[in-house]
């Protein structure tokens, strides 16, 4: 937890930005996996983390823009649950920690809400949240994603935004302890193992820090499919395999790398030759970002590079300029560069995208573009992954060769010849500073040489 | 997955309770951490896999007890989700494994359940659940639970409560894991580690093998704190390391056990002594393990040889019968001996304790007692846990000194001298069989020796 004072300034900050009605906020609840009290770990809402700083649940609160009382409602344990749980700290306590001296119990939200006429509150994520908003307002699970209200969004997402010293040292700590994650599956992976036991191993690190997985695992040797979160698979020799994992530390702030090296102790030619591709794309996009860039010149500048080194071995043809304005590198790079992180992997999804990585902008409606999560000028405080990456998705080159899409800028011959590549990604996460950025956390090894040095450990 | 005719069977069992209504089997969705996307591991209703096998989010179905319809409800991935997810099974092929041959998309079950007038369905343990019934029924989440079919409760409770020889198969499976994880933690634990430690190693060895932790581990030097998921302590020599841990093995099947080791090579004296009492309460306890046998009275054997066995060391004193009729043995011994085991750890704790491990029963109101999840005559088939331990919990001697509850069968000068000993188990999982019972799963070190040769490997 940060100091009392930082968590009454960032109420402080947020008031300002308001004259009147009320601001709800719902921490979340426990969540049962088979039944009620077998839960999954527990997992605070994270706005309701960077404001009242109380990770447990059964807690929500309210500003009251108009009479300026700031409330903490949840209940006291009783003697039966001290028995069972320990000694637990009183709400009151709690709330002190945080700057706030009024508490009511939870039975009391209810009837403040019922007399308050503007109650502001962000989109629900959880179903337990959407139960409260229809028992307090009244208002039908259906229409609560429209009836939040935006100037509440907005002001949340500028404010988390912009990361402070405290919050980019707690984030730098996941980030090591996502960088051991990444370097320990380098030297532990060996041909014959389960992707599940790499899992099991990257888990082990996160959980021993004492925090979480920032977000579940990829840990895959099918890295063409984006969303992988199977691990049945025994790992081979000549195989790729793509690791997509991240700690969260005990407050909550995230790490999110991605690294991809060979079964094998070495990456054969064509992987390398990809690899290398995607890797100067990497680098490339890095290297421009600083303060007053738009995110989506950085991925634009990464797409061409790829298309570019994609053609020098002849997977694609044409001008590139034209081809990545026709968004023809999606077939290779569906996806988005990037995405800000903070006390969530995707910082504030549950918010909107249009409201958080676009400040208010609509998104392109375009392939490949349509998947950008960041798309505005970044700022001092920033937080941000870069993680271009170059796929082969069978079902989507069978796909685009039957509609002729981008016909002009691809050689299909030659891509077929790849269909069971499958598909890598280096990621970082990137401070943007003053006048520049840095990237986060102890170095890791993305170099092919630098994998390849890691990978003999594997074989020793 | 078991074969189609298991599924098929199951359901024409269920069929034979009743004569005509609709039942109603609510799958699970996923569920988000802090966004909708960042969710947690998928788990499955358990009843819902129990009759349909389908592993996956986003399924409903019903059986029409008029008609004898058996429908799954589910939508078919797009082209979209295809590239993200890769290739996906249809609904109608997921269907046709557990031989179902009607199904239709999620949208189409409102207007089925909204013609129908004799809708049966279970408690709802996840709001997501909640929000559905609300949708199709119009049922207020607040009335729900009472509204839930007492006798779909008890036909699903008597069918899943006896294990098959597949299913009792496939929770070995789920124990040899879980001994396992309890002999790794013996050999890695060492002074100087967190708790968060030891945890994080005992969750991989439950996730290399492909599954899950069937519950929130319990790795603790504070064993007398029951539900104590807190991992962030040190572990220092002369202090005793309570396990509670299991495997869940990736069909849904459950393993359970603790273990309780000295985090030094050896137990103290003291502990050993206490250590020994209680591994004799359990030991006689499953000694006693058969069909016809009412659980209650292991139950009470194992209290009544906690007792005795403290006022060897003068710890209680008086007339054991009387001592345990008074529930004076709930001082050390608050909770039950175990409980039911399945595909849910607590098995169908969801569907109510009173029907599931008391047939119907009223459950005891006496402290200690009412604790006891497992209250009825035991059958072949039945699975479950033995669990005695021995707590010196300061929280509840405060409260009992003062009250002077039991305080003729209590010596609370020598108590006192123990309020930081901390509090013990062991925990097997069992099979009762035709005439007898059988302890599931390879051995685990239970005995001081035993252990004590376990704990040389720490330390080589």
């Known amino acids: 937890m940060f100091s009392k004072q930082t968590y009454i300034q960032r109420r402080e900050e947020l008031k300002k930005k308001f004259n009147s009605g009320i601001?709800?906020?719902?921490?979340?609840?426990?969540?049962g996996m088979n039944y009620a009290d077998n839960t999954y770990h527990y997992r605070q809402d994270s706005t309701f983390l960077y404001y009242f700083g109380i990770n447990a649940p059964g807690f929500y609160a309210i500003i009251d823009l108009d009479s300026g009382d700031e409330i903490i409602f949840g209940d006291d344990f009783t003697i039966d649950s001290i028995v069972w749980m320990g000694d637990m700290p009183s709400v009151a306590s709690l709330a002190e920690k945080v700057g706030i001296s009024k508490?009511?119990?939870?039975?009391?939200?209810?009837?403040?809400?019922?007399k308050a006429d503007n109650v502001m509150f962000l989109p629900p994520y959880r179903p337990e949240h959407q139960i409260k908003l229809f028992d307090f307002l009244g208002i039908h699970p259906s229409e609560q994603a429209q009836k939040a209200s935006i100037p509440f969004i907005m002001a949340v997402a500028e404010q988390r935004n912009v990361k402070t010293h405290e919050e980019i040292d707690e984030i730098e700590k996941a980030v090591n302890t996502t960088v051991l994650m990444h370097r320990t599956a380098m030297r532990y992976a060996k041909p014959g193992m389960t992707e599940a036991q790499v899992a099991a191993k990257v888990a082990q690190i996160a959980l021993e820090s004492g925090g979480q997985l920032s977000f579940p695992i990829i840990a895959t040797i099918n890295g063409q499919t984006l969303h992988n979160h199977f691990h049945g698979n025994t790992i081979r020799e000549g195989q790729l395999f793509l690791l997509d994992a991240g700690a969260e530390t005990p407050m909550g702030y995230a790490g999110d790398m991605s690294s991809t090296f060979p079964v094998s102790k070495q990456f054969t030619p064509e992987q390398r030759d990809?690899?290398?591709v995607c890797l100067k794309a990497h680098n490339a996009?890095?290297?421009?970002?600083?303060?007053?860039?738009?995110f989506?010149?950085?991925?634009?500048?990464?797409?061409?590079?790829?298309?570019?080194?994609?053609?020098?071995?002849?997977?694609?043809?044409?001008?590139?300029?034209?081809?990545?304005?026709?968004?023809?590198?999606a077939l290779f790079f569906p996806c988005g560069l990037g995405h800000l992180m903070g006390l969530d992997v995707h910082d504030m999804e549950n918010l909107g995208e249009q409201w958080v990585g676009y400040g208010g902008e609509p998104k392109s409606t375009q392939f490949g573009l349509k998947s950008l999560r960041l798309g505005r000028e970044l700022k001092p405080g920033y937080v941000l992954t870069v993680e271009p990456g170059i796929y082969f998705i069978p079902q989507l080159i069978d796909l685009w060769q039957k509609n002729g899409t981008n016909k002009e800028f691809l050689n299909f011959d030659k891509i077929n010849t790849y269909r069971d590549f499958s598909g890598?990604?280096?990621?970082?996460?990137?401070?943007i500073t003053q006048d520049g950025h840095r990237i986060l956390g102890e170095p890791l090894a993305k170099s092919v040489a630098d994998v390849e040095a890691e990978r003999k450990y594997a074989f020793e």
Chains 1, 2 share one sequence.
């Open 285 to 294: 996009a890095i290297d421009m970002l600083k303060p007053g860039l738009h």
């Open 424 to 431: 890598l990604r280096n990621e970082e996460d990137i401070l």
């Open 23 to 31: 601001l709800l906020f719902l921490g979340n609840d426990e969540t």
């Open 274 to 276: 990809i690899y290398e």
């Open 296 to 329: 989506r010149d950085a991925h634009l500048l990464a797409a061409r590079i790829i298309f570019d080194g994609l053609k020098s071995f002849g997977f694609t043809k044409g001008n590139t300029d034209d081809a990545v304005a026709n968004g023809a590198h």
């Open 103 to 114: 508490t009511e119990t939870s039975d009391a939200l209810k009837k403040r809400l019922a």
